[in-house]
């Protein structure tokens, strides 16, 4: 590998076939290039070592214990061996490599579900010997507060509970609601069908808080009875009632804020033959590209990112133990797509 002083742009270019320009552009933060090739960019400088000098100065604003010879693990929470759970491992991962750190996933068994059992199993998975835990979304409630007590270096990778004392980097669905919705203004779609759970995790509350405001902006008023909001409901009444709701002609567009959703709106829409974006407009908020249908429009979460600053914060919070608590949340773009139609 090189040695970063020997990286250059110039070395970043030659690597992705990409002017000096486009690279300076992109690491500078300036328009005028895709989101892939603004993702490429920042990709291959971070791969070959290279950082701009505003970067180099941040490390030490940032008061990042990187000079420290001691070499730390760390572990992450899991529940199962998903993309979803993926992808912010492999940020934390390639953040704390860079510093020559380690960092491990542990699995929450389902018989870990009681407040007794999960401590038997943290003491027995030896938790309070790493140096710091990453603790990710969807861990279930009660496991979430026993693991926010431990004694040790902690980061929540969601929306922080009520004066949680723990610092906490989370990508910005709030903001990617509001994105979602301002998209299908701007295409002269106010009758927005919004599907997503409400209840079962804080990030899909906040996501309908979010719609409602965004709805309130325009003068209308979001009620749960008018959307589907429930997926309590068998899977046949869930399915019923998103068909009576599209053959009723209310909705032009469709705002999936659960990305588990989608499989069935689709078949719903096909079942009722409603077209993609010529009968009904759709936007669903995804984990990341979704390959079977890779124009799909929606709000760019920031997955991995929030992976890499959330290992930049607990390295920070061992540096600075009496600062305060801070949250973090990461705001991505939004990638148009084509299942949007202007009317």
Same mark, same amino acid.
């Given at each position: 590998m090189r040695k970063k002083k020997e990286v250059t742009l110039q070395t970043i270019a030659d690597e992705l076939q990409l002017t000096i320009h486009t690279v300076s552009k992109a690491l500078r933060g300036l328009p005028g290039m895709s989101e892939s090739t603004r993702r490429d960019i920042f990709e291959a400088a971070r791969r070959l070592g290279y950082k701009t000098k505003e970067q180099e100065l941040s490390v030490g604003y940032e008061k990042l214990p990187l000079l420290s010879t001691k070499r730390r693990r760390? %572990?992450?929470?899991?529940?199962?061996?998903?993309?979803?759970y993926q992808i912010q491992f492999q940020g934390i991962q390639e953040r704390l490599q860079e510093w020559g750190h380690t960092v491990s996933a542990?699995?929450? $068994?389902?018989?870990? @579900?009681?407040? &007794?059992? &999960?401590? +038997?199993?943290?003491? @027995?998975?030896?938790? =309070? +010997?790493?140096?710091?835990?990453?603790?990710? $979304?969807?861990? $279930?409630?009660?496991?979430?507060?026993?693991?926010l007590q431990l004694p040790m270096p902690k980061v929540l990778i969601n929306y922080p509970p009520a004066i949680a004392t723990v610092d906490s980097v989370i990508w910005d669905v709030v903001a990617a609601i509001h994105q979602s919705v301002n998209h299908f203004l701007s295409m002269g779609h106010n009758r927005i069908l919004y599907m997503g759970d409400i209840h079962k995790h804080r990030?899909? *509350?906040?996501?309908? /808080?979010?719609? /409602?405001?965004?709805? =309130?902006?325009?003068?209308?008023? &979001?009620? $749960?009875?008018? =959307?589907? %909001?429930?997926? @309590?409901? @068998?899977?046949?009444?869930?399915?019923?009632?998103?068909?009576?709701?599209? *053959?009723?002609?209310? +909705? %032009?567009a469709i705002l999936c804020a659960v990305q588990q959703d989608l499989p069935g709106i689709i078949y719903a829409l096909q079942s009722v033959n409603l077209s993609i974006p010529e009968d009904i407009s759709l936007i669903s908020l995804e984990d990341m590209e979704n390959r079977r249908f890779p124009q799909l429009s929606r709000p760019l979460l920031l997955m991995k990112e929030a992976g890499r600053r959330a290992a930049e914060r607990l390295l920070w919070r061992i540096a600075n133990p009496d600062e305060p608590f801070e949250h973090i949340r990461l705001q991505g773009s939004f990638y148009k797509g084509g299942t949007v139609r202007k009317i």
């Open positions: 760390f %572990t992450m929470i899991m529940t199962q061996d998903a993309p979803f542990t699995f929450l $068994p389902n018989a870990a @579900s009681a407040q &007794a059992d &999960a401590s +038997y199993w943290m003491e @027995s998975m030896d938790l =309070h +010997y790493y140096d710091g835990l990453f603790i990710p $979304p969807a861990i $279930p409630e009660r496991l979430e507060h026993a693991f990030g899909f *509350q906040l996501r309908w /808080q979010a719609f /409602q405001e965004a709805m =309130h902006r325009l003068g209308a008023e &979001a009620v $749960p009875e008018d =959307h589907i %909001t429930d997926r @309590s409901a @068998s899977g046949d009444s869930w399915m019923s009632t998103l068909k009576e709701k599209l *053959q009723r002609g209310r +909705y %032009t």
